[in-house]
């Protein structure tokens, strides 16, 4: 899976290869997000596709990919006569150039595709504890997504699902139609509109995470039959060709129909996930997220970041799983390796071949090296750390100075 942007937005010119697990790091603005909302959206794009939502020829249609399709990301504005889009994916490569769109297929058979679900957490996700009316909130149409998968997978809280901090769980509250928050030992219940901001952020995201993986989980990837697959096409048609919905509404509706039909992996890609979390808290959810990425083959993590614990921490997970192997033959194995995985789960073990970091800078990307075989931490993130410890040193040379 590789992505390149020319001249599109923040962007002067990216070009990325997608692994497994992938990062971008960088300043505000620097354009983050604006490969990983192009990213999903080709994502989608390649999805529709393959499952015959959608020919490539209503895709290609005249300003149709500027207007409607990058437009759900509120990206429609980024492009100038120069901008180029070039996307590669499994079965389809699409390339944007001269205010076209043009798609071709790959030699790749259909059948080797993972059909995916994919999941585009935005930052604003924080709010979502706080809505109760939809029909008076104008928000961007991937927000207004995220906000409807919430509502459905909330519901689908059976059990109290438990967080990977603090010591406490959410569940559905059927009654009152809200989601709580509640310690393990049942000291205290509250609603999760009243929870700490951390919570709020996190909360919502996890519950959607869950609730999509487990149904991926639970159908074991097994493919649509002949019968589902004439369901869906026939249904399919219905909603493109049907002139009374607008491009968002049916969008919308093939959401829906797209979640009655069985995806085979799980695509995550989240702005900061980091959001008003405690250093500590923002390892835990991290190792969330990688074991959720590792429950199954063919599962990915893109990941946006401010933060420079989430970039530390991505080490530690490498270095656990190379310690791991490495114990494999001491005489003292299984002593070692029980104790290894009380400091990192066995699930949250990241291959170092299936990790990439790029670094966003003055409108490019940069490929973070590997060090010893871990990732580097000379990265823009450490470097502002660093920075403020010089400072700090250049206020004691001034207070040595005023002594002499």
């Known amino acids: 899976m590789h992505i390149e942007l020319i001249i599109f937005g923040p962007i002067a010119q990216a070009s990325l290869n997608i692994a497994k697990f992938t990062f971008f790091v960088g300043d505000n603005g620097s354009g983050k997000s ?23 020829n209503y895709f290609e249609k005249s300003k149709y990919f500027k207007t409607e399709l990058l437009n759900y990301h509120r990206l429609e504005n980024y492009f100038t006569d120069s901008s180029e889009l070039h996307y590669e994916g499994s079965v389809y490569a699409f390339t944007y150039k001269k205010g076209r769109l043009y798609i071709d297929k790959q030699e790749k058979a259909i059948s080797e595709y993972a059909l995916p679900q994919i999941l585009y957490v935005p930052a604003e996700r924080s709010f979502v504890s706080n809505v109760n009316d939809l029909s008076k909130c104008k928000l961007s149409d991937a927000l207004l997504t995220f906000v409807q998968d919430y509502e459905l997978a909330r519901k689908t809280l059976l059990s109290p699902l438990e967080m ?67 369901r869906f096409s026939k249904e399919a048609a219905a909603i493109v060709s049907n002139n009374g919905l607008l491009e968002m509404q049916k969008r919308a509706a093939m959401s829906e129909l797209g979640g009655r039909f069985n995806k085979k992996v799980f695509i995550g890609v989240i702005e900061e996930p980091e959001l008003n979390l405690y250093p500590k808290s923002q390892q835990d959810l991290l190792q969330k997220l990688v074991g959720y990425t590792n429950s199954v083959v063919g599962n990915r993590l893109v990941i946006t970041t401010h933060s420079p614990y989430i970039i530390d921490y991505l080490t530690l997970l490498v270095e656990a799983g190379n310690l791991y192997k490495e114990l494999n033959s001491s005489s003292n194995k299984d002593k070692l390796q029980k104790k290894l995985l009380k400091i990192v789960p066995q699930g949250a073990f990241i291959p170092l071949k299936e990790l990439v970091i790029y670094q966003f800078s003055k409108g490019t990307t940069k490929k973070l090296p590997l060090v010893a075989n871990l990732p580097t931490s000379d990265n823009k993130l450490n470097l502002a750390l660093d920075s403020i410890n010089e400072q700090f040193y250049k206020l004691l040379d001034i207070r040595q100075e005023m002594s002499v």
Request: hydrophobic fraction near 40%.
């Open 164 to 230: 990977p901090f603090n010591n406490i769980v959410v569940g559905y509250d059927e009654s009152r139609g809200s989601v709580y928050v509640e310690d393990k030992n049942k000291t205290y219940r509250i609603d999760l509109s009243e929870a700490s901001s951390g919570i709020q952020s996190v909360a919502p995201l996890l519950v959607i995470y869950n609730a999509l993986i487990e149904k991926i989980i639970a159908k074991k990837g097994s493919d649509m039959t002949l019968d589902e697959l004439k």
């Open 34 to 56: 604006t490969v990983a909302k192009a990213l999903s959206t080709f994502m989608w794009m390649e999805k529709s596709l393959v499952r015959g939502d959608y020919d490539k």
